[in-house]
C-alpha cells in the first residue's frame, strides 16, 4: 500500500516556476513507476509525465515538453514535477500516482489527493 500527498502547488505569474512535491508513504514506493497528471476546471485529467522505477527513463505529454522535469528521489521517497515557463493553460490541479510505466490513467493504482496549480497571465 502507497499513500501519496502532493505540495508545493501555488499562483505564479506566466513565466515563472513551480516545483511539486508528492511524498510517499510505504516500503513499496520504489516498485512502482510514478507519474503526474492534471486536471483543468472542465477538462478531463490527463497525462503530464512519468518516471521509471529507479528514474532511468521519463516521458512527458508533448505541451509540457522542454519546460517540465520529472525527478524522483527512492531515498526520501519522494517524486518531484519541476515547472518552469509556466502558461495559463497549464492552470490546473495535479495529481501524483504510482503505478506502471504508463500514459493512461487506469494503469495507476494510487493517487494523491492534487494540489492547485494557478498560472496568471
Known amino acids: 500500500q502507497v499513500q501519496l500527498v502532493e505540495s508545493g502547488g501555488g499562483l505564479v505569474q506566466a513565466g515563472g516556476s513551480l516545483r511539486l512535491s508528492c511524498a510517499a508513504s510505504?516500503?513499496?514506493?520504489?516498485?512502482?513507476?510514478m507519474g503526474w497528471f492534471r486536471q483543468a476546471p472542465g477538462k478531463v485529467r490527463e497525462f503530464v509525465a512519468v518516471?521509471?522505477?529507479?528514474?532511468?527513463?521519463?516521458y512527458y505529454a508533448d505541451s509540457v515538453k522542454g519546460r517540465f522535469t520529472i525527478s524522483r528521489d527512492n531515498a526520501k521517497i519522494t517524486v518531484y514535477l519541476q515547472m518552469n515557463s509556466l502558461k495559463p493553460e497549464d492552470t490546473a490541479v495535479y495529481y501524483c500516482?504510482?503505478?506502471?510505466?504508463?500514459?493512461?490513467?487506469?494503469?495507476?493504482?494510487?493517487w494523491g489527493q492534487g494540489t492547485q496549480v494557478t498560472v496568471s497571465s
Open positions: 500516482a504510482g503505478g506502471r510505466m504508463a500514459r493512461v490513467q487506469n494503469e495507476y493504482d494510487y
Open positions: 510505504g516500503r513499496t514506493f520504489s516498485s512502482y513507476a
Open positions: 518516471i521509471s522505477l529507479i528514474g532511468g527513463i521519463t
